[in-house]
C-alpha cells in the first residue's frame, strides 16, 4: 500500500523529499481532477493527501466521493480539515476507535 500526494509543486515537495513517490503536480484545477482520477483508480494507493484549499477547486461530485471514501482514505491538510476530521478518517478506514 502506497501514499499519493496532489497539489501544487509547493506542497508536494517535502513529501517528495520525505520519500513519497506517488507526488502528482497539479498547476490548475484540470490537472487536479485529472490526477485524482487516477489516485482513485490505483489499487496500490490506501492514502491519498490533498491541500485542503484544493478540495476547493474539484467539483461537487468528485469532493463527495473523496469525502466518502474508505480506500484511498483522503487526507486534507491545510486551514481546515476538509470535511471529517483524522480521527474520523481512521475510524472509518480501520473501522475501530484508536482514540479510545
Do not use: C, Q
Request: aromatic share 4%; no cysteine; hydrophobic share 45%.
Amino acid at each position: 500500500m502506497e501514499i499519493a500526494v496532489i497539489g501544487n509543486s509547493e506542497f508536494i515537495l517535502g513529501f517528495r523529499l520525505a520519500g513519497i513517490r506517488k507526488t502528482y503536480a497539479a498547476e490548475n484545477d484540470e490537472k487536479l481532477v485529472e490526477h485524482i482520477t487516477s489516485v482513485l483508480a490505483d489499487n496500490d494507493v490506501a492514502i491519498l493527501v490533498l491541500n485542503s484549499s484544493d478540495m476547493e477547486k474539484v467539483p461537487r461530485k468528485l469532493r463527495i466521493t473523496l469525502e466518502n471514501s474508505v480506500k484511498p482514505t483522503v487526507i486534507a491538510i491545510g486551514a481546515e480539515e476538509g470535511g471529517l476530521s483524522m480521527r474520523e478518517r481512521i475510524k472509518r478506514s480501520v473501522g475501530v476507535d484508536l482514540w479510545k
